[in-house]
């Protein structure tokens, strides 16, 4: 049986610190499905269809990595996906009480489940979407933050 794991997400927009999470996983599994949330009531920097263009660039010609939108719940994409995995990455110990709640809570919703985490890489711990908007509303270089080759401006 083939190994999927979910990467769920807002991606807003992907880093280079969600990229390596992503490529240092493919080992552990047969497909990666990165999957970015959707929520009408949550105003995004980057439009939905932006994010999706910018993550399938980023793993172009990867034949392991599928990207997709959903707006329900992880556990829910997780059964309608055949995915037995949910992948996360972890950076501070903050990340890990937010990241453990969410994953037992997923557990007891759906026991198949077993969240999977990788540590990110120590130069990628400061890395987050929040503070490349943040550049990029100010009119910065987030380059350095941002997958190779990838330019933002295309994507809004
Ligand atoms: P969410 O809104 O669900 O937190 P994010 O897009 O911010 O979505 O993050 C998706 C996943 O990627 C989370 O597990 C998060 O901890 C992880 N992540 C975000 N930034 C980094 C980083 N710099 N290094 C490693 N993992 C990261």
């Known amino acids: 049986m083939s190994k999927i794991a979910i990467f769920p997400g807002s991606f807003d927009p992907i880093t ?7 490529l240092r996983a493919l080992s552990l599994f047969d497909k990666i499905i990165i999957a970015v949330g959707h929520n009408e009531t949550k105003k995004a920097f980057f439009p939905l269809a932006g994010r999706l263009s910018m ?41 890990f009480e937010y990241e453990r709640a969410i994953a037992q809570v997923n557990k007891a919703m759906y026991d198949d489940i077993e969240s ?8 990628h711990t400061s890395i987050n979407s929040s503070i490349v908007r943040e550049i990029l509303h100010y009119g910065g270089n987030a380059g350095k933050f941002l997958p190779d080759s990838i330019d933002p401006k295309k994507y809004l």
Not at 16 to 22: A, D, K, L, Y
Not at 64 to 72: G, L, R, S
Not at 116 to 123: C, H, Q, S
Request: with cysteine.
């Open 116 to 123: 999977v985490f990788i540590l990110t890489l120590p130069e």
């Open 55 to 95: 993550i399938r660039d980023v793993f172009a010609g990867n034949a392991k990595i599928e990207v997709m939108h959903y707006e329900d719940l992880t556990v829910s994409l997780c059964q309608r996906v055949g995915a037995k995995y949910i992948l996360r990455g972890l950076r501070t110990s903050a990340d």
């Open 16 to 22: 280079i610190g969600h990229e390596s999470i992503v």
